[in-house]
């Protein structure tokens, strides 16, 4: 069967891509090719910011109403295709159906905040700010915008953006993973379907030429990027020299911190969900359990291999799991395979007991990017294995002696996105939620990813901006707030 070419959605029609440069996306749990991706020119992302320059003037002259009743429409679409979204997303991507449900959910959730712009984009006003005058604070609108996308969230992270973008009256530019365009592209006939004006939304494929592409333009007034932190880095500081906005969402090695207090069985249970949903590819999942006391540590490390064990790994779309809730999938690619297994031997050359060993799951398979649950106990805090966001499967076991050890070894690590606590006692969870240098903490929640109307992002090499993602945070990255000092001489 011919492999369909993903188009461009420009000014509002889709075009096909002049590029010469195109990539198969494959799905990591068969290996079979289901689409070709365009790796878009600069030419092409041109077009993209001058259709979203374009549209800008009607666009934020619009009532914030009608701007916001196109984003009800796009929800309810969102809603009817629910599980189509869904398969989508697993099959470009990999990860179980009910996390691809849970990510098209979570993508919708962000819709609907931004539907209640008309309330959230309301300025302040100080009368009488000084003798006859008044102070104002208004936000307006800046022009067009860009992001650039992980391929771990296909669907949910652009939206974490653009919804808000264009409730409070911008236009937008967003480039996809090439690893995952399929969502995306599904979106951008939705938005197409309800009626947002041509230029509004704009979609480009491609990969770093196209994002470095955006980056670098002089058309846009700011970039929202997701990924590694290496390349978040250098996002901003393009960005910097560009005169332009940034948000640069990076890397991630999350912690659980076990106290001996707190409730084995739901913890473990809850651990590994965290640890193997999505293959371990998730920017919140947890890759570093850190058990408080001896004993403890002990009786973790032998419950957690043992219910590592019973995860099962399988092509997420094969019925006779697809509804399982603990499926793990395959990792993305053959490349990130090969990464994660160097890191299981780097782990075992550094001195760390391999106490549970997934690399024979994967490699007995024809088809597919797949690795068992990995197990590593006997880690110490300067090993590469704890140090490296693998972005797999793997799991390191630490140890400390008490929870001011613990939370020593979370702030020493260089990325600081998200944290958890388990434990029964308010005193070391208060203490864990103060001191913890993490953006994101949980408190017996193994996976403490924000809901949509709340601030997501994390902190040190985990966010390189000020400006987190969703909810009212990124209002103040899409708008201006000019302030106005206003006064009247009364008439004669
Ligand atoms: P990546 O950095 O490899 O790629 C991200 C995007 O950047 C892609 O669209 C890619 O085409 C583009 N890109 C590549 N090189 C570029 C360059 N030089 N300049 C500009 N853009 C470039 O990341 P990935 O592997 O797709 O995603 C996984 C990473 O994302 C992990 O590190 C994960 O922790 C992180 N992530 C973080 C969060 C968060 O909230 N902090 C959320 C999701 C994913």
């Not at 020119?41 to 916001?68: I, K």
């Not at 700011?222 to 910097?240: D, E, N, P, Y």
């Not at 640890?275 to 004993?295: D, K, L, N, P």
Request: contains cysteine; proline residues 7%; hydrophobic residues 40%.
């Amino acid at each position: 069967m011919p492999v369909e070419q993903l188009q461009n959605y420009i000014g509002g029609r889709f075009v096909r891509s002049s590029s010469r440069e195109i990539l198969g996306v494959e799905n990591p749990g068969t290996g079979e090719t289901i689409a070709r991706v365009p790796l878009s020119t600069p030419d092409e992302v041109d077009r993209a910011v001058a259709a979203a320059n374009e549209a800008f003037p009607d666009w934020s002259a619009t009532p914030v109403a009608r701007r916001c009743e196109l984003l009800f429409k796009l929800a309810d679409r969102i809603r009817d295709e629910a599980e189509n979204l869904a398969r989508l997303v697993t099959t470009e991507n990999g990860k179980s159906l009910p996390d691809s449900r849970a990510e098209v959910k979570r993508a919708l959730e962000n819709t609907e905040v931004a539907c209640g712009m008309p309330v959230l984009q309301q300025g302040d006003k100080l009368v009488g700010a000084a003798a006859e005058i008044d102070g104002e604070v208004i936000r307006v609108p800046l022009g067009a915008f860009g992001m650039i996308a992980p391929f771990n969230f296909p669907m949910m992270v652009p939206f974490w953006f653009f919804p808000y973008a264009l409730a409070t009256g911008n236009t937008y530019v967003v480039k996809p993973s090439e690893q995952v365009p399929l969502s995306m592209g599904r979106v951008a006939e939705l938005v197409h379907e309800v009626g947002f004006p041509p230029g509004v939304f704009n979609l480009v494929h491609g990969d770093r030429v196209a994002a470095e592409r955006l980056t670098e333009h002089p058309g846009l007034e700011g970039i929202s990027f997701v990924g590694t932190s290496r390349v978040g880095r250098l996002v901003a500081m393009k960005c910097v020299e560009t005169g332009k906005r940034f948000q640069a969402l990076g890397s991630a090695k999350n912690h659980l911190v076990a106290m001996p207090d707190a409730k084995m069985e739901p913890m473990i249970r809850n651990m590994v969900t965290s640890c193997y949903g999505c293959a371990g590819q998730r920017c919140m999942a947890s890759s570093a359990i850190v058990a408080v006391g001896e004993a403890n540590y002990r009786q973790i490390c032998e419950r957690f291999v043992e219910a590592s064990k019973e995860v099962i790994v399988a092509d997420p779309l094969d019925p006779a799991v697809a509804d399982e809730p603990m499926v793990m999938g395959p990792v993305i690619s053959a490349k990130a395979r090969r990464f994660i297994l160097d890191m299981i031997q780097r782990g075992i050359d550094e001195g760390a007991t391999l106490a549970l060993d997934g690399r024979e799951e994967g490699s007995g398979r024809q088809k597919g990017h797949f690795l068992g649950p990995t197990v590593f106990t006997d880690v110490k805090p300067g090993m590469k294995i704890h140090q490296t966001e693998i972005f797999g499967p793997v799991v390191v076991i630490l140890k400390a002696d008490s929870l001011d050890g613990a939370i020593r070894i979370v702030n020493e690590h260089e990325y600081g996105n998200g944290a958890s606590v388990y434990t029964q006692n308010g005193h070391y969870a208060r203490r864990f939620k103060l001191e913890t240098l993490c953006g994101m903490i949980g408190v017996n929640v193994g996976i403490p990813a924000p809901v949509a109307p709340l601030p997501f992002g994390g902190m040190k090499t985990s966010l390189l901006a000020d400006i987190k993602a969703q909810g009212r945070a990124v209002i103040d990255f899409y708008t201006d707030r000019r302030i106005v000092t206003e006064r009247y001489w009364p008439e004669e």
